[in-house]
């Protein structure tokens, strides 16, 4: 019988981390454990391992996305694998995994699964979701859904899934949307498919996309200093359904005469901005201006996104529409 072949890509983070007895401090070793911990799955999957990085997810970068978005396609083409788990630190998983998403151009399953306690705590939560990961990548159904995040018995689509808590093991969720599926010890069930995809094909990441949020008071002094900068975009964490203090407007201003994009999202983590409000700082306003709205994204996806999208346009009209998917 023909068996399923499944790649484990180990990126670091706490599912590949141990606490020292003495300290309490959390860090890698010398040997990822989860190289060491035998993992049951049925016998008609073939695993194989591959350790790319061994880094905490803060030291993650767009760099590191990308190697790890063509290494997967690569080993499609000359290994014929069929499916991916990808053990990645949580606190910037839900990046990595809407990378992948934008730019994996294979239709197999890949899979981001972490950890919140390390591999020697009490309650290590990590073998069971790599399990869990396995599992779902090895599912049938897992094809054609894009890049998921699986832990805690659930599965997420990475464009909706976000980390909602600092240490608590139910800490990924989908505000508004919910999993897609669940894992049991039966295997993976789905419940619910994207609707669309999105892709790109990118060659090399060389645009700076800085993320602001917006508060009450806030005046155009940042954003003046990004004009300075010459950065490449902005994403704006704007108040409400898209709206800003009038103090900042002056910068927005400034920002567009420069031809640099602005992207817009919500701090709310349920909704989307829209082009409502018509005062000074309102959201239609701001769309006069050429702002961007975004349907839904939060801060920090939208900065991947953008990074992504600006090397292939930066018409207003383009990146508008592109948006909107």
Same mark, same amino acid.
């Given at each position: 019988m023909k068996k399923k072949k499944i790649m484990i890509i180990h990126t670091g983070g706490t599912i590949s981390m141990s606490e020292d007895e003495q300290t309490g401090a959390v860090s890698p070793g010398e040997r990822n454990p989860l190289t060491t911990i035998p993992l049951i799955v049925d016998?008609?999957?073939?695993?194989? !391992? %591959? $350790?790319? +990085?061994?880094?905490?997810?803060? %030291?993650?970068?767009? *760099?590191?996305?990308?190697? =790890? !978005?063509?290494?997967?396609?690569? *080993? #499609? &083409? $000359?290994?014929?694998?069929?499916?991916?788990?990808?053990? %990645?630190?949580?606190?910037?998983?839900? $990046? @990595?995994?809407?990378?992948?998403? =934008?730019?994996? *151009?294979?239709?197999?399953? #890949?899979?981001l699964t972490g950890a919140m306690r390390s591999s020697n705590e009490i309650g290590s939560d990590g073998p069971?979701?790599?399990?869990?990961?396995?599992?779902?990548?090895?599912?049938?159904?897992?094809?054609?859904?894009? #890049?998921?995040?699986?832990?805690?018995?659930? #599965?997420?689509?990475?464009?909706?899934?976000?980390?909602?808590?600092? !240490?608590?093991?139910?800490? +990924?969720?989908?505000? *508004?949307?919910?999993?897609?599926?669940? &894992?049991?010890?039966?295997?993976?069930?789905?419940? %619910?498919?994207?609707? !669309? $995809?999105?892709?790109?094909? &990118?060659?090399?990441? @060389?645009?700076?996309?800085? =993320?602001?949020?917006?508060?009450?008071?806030?005046?155009?002094?940042?954003f003046l200093a990004l004009k300075d900068m010459k950065v490449d975009g902005v994403i704006l964490e704007a108040l409400g359904q898209g709206n800003i203090p009038p103090t900042a407007v002056d910068g927005v201003k400034a920002l567009r005469n420069a031809d640099i994009p602005i992207v817009m999202v919500s701090r709310c983590f349920n909704g989307i901005v829209q082009d409502i409000y018509g005062y000074d700082g309102g959201g239609r306003k701001l769309k006069e201006l050429g702002v961007i709205f975004s349907n839904g994204l939060n801060g920090q996806k939208a900065r991947i996104k953008l990074m992504v999208a600006l090397e292939s346009t930066r018409n207003t009209t383009d990146l508008q529409m592109l948006f909107l998917k």
């Open positions: 016998s008609k999957i073939d695993i194989h !391992s %591959h $350790e790319l +990085f061994n880094l905490p997810s803060p %030291h993650m970068t767009t *760099q590191h996305m990308l190697e =790890l !978005s063509k290494f997967i396609d690569l *080993q #499609v &083409v $000359e290994n014929a694998i069929e499916g991916f788990v990808v053990t %990645h630190g949580t606190d910037t998983l839900e $990046e @990595t995994a809407f990378f992948l998403d =934008l730019t994996v *151009q294979t239709r197999v399953p #890949v899979v069971y979701n790599l399990l869990s990961s396995v599992k779902v990548a090895a599912s049938e159904e897992a094809k054609n859904k894009g #890049v998921l995040v699986v832990l805690n018995d659930e #599965v997420h689509t990475a464009k909706n899934v976000t980390k909602t808590h600092t !240490s608590n093991i139910a800490t +990924f969720q989908s505000p *508004q949307y919910g999993p897609i599926g669940i &894992v049991t010890k039966r295997g993976a069930f789905f419940h %619910h498919s994207p609707v !669309s $995809e999105d892709k790109y094909d &990118v060659e090399a990441l @060389t645009k700076n996309v800085m =993320l602001l949020k917006a508060y009450a008071g806030m005046d155009s002094s940042i």
